[in-house]
């Protein structure tokens, strides 16, 4: 079983920048791709970046502007937002899966941080 906790949301101006944060228990992070994913009000969750090893990949919305990482030794992946804009409003959630998936079917789920850009 794997936990996960986020932290890290808040209200910015648009141009501004956030560091999410995702706590990861019950498995090492070798073990699993781990992902962010957002879900708009009204909106279907979507993905946002995943990291695999060093490999990392995006939404074409967010290339440029987000950052993916992670620290194995701290068991903390990461998301580093960059020049947000009033549509990156929405809960992000961290999640962890076995394969890699560029769409929502992903095992484990975090709660959820809000997010809002205000223009």
């Known amino acids: 079983q794997v936990q996960l906790v986020e932290s890290g949301g808040g209200l910015v101006q648009a141009g501004g920048s956030l560091k999410l944060s995702c706590a990861v228990s019950?498995?090492?992070?070798?073990?699993?791709?781990m992902g962010w994913f957002r879900q708009a009000p009204g909106q279907e969750r979507e993905f946002v970046a995943s990291?695999?090893?060093?490999?990392?990949y995006y939404a074409d919305s967010v290339k440029g502007r987000f950052t993916i990482s992670k620290d194995n030794a701290k068991n903390m992946v990461y998301l580093q937002m960059n020049n947000l804009k009033p549509e990156d409003t929405a809960v992000y959630y961290c999640?962890?899966?076995?394969?890699?998936?560029?769409?929502?079917?992903?095992?484990?789920w975090g709660q959820g941080t809000q997010v809002t850009v205000s223009s």
């Open positions: 999640a962890a899966n076995r394969i890699l998936r560029l769409s929502p079917q992903y095992d484990y």
């Open positions: 990291i695999i090893g060093s490999r990392t």
């Open positions: 019950g498995r090492t992070l070798q073990t699993y791709v």
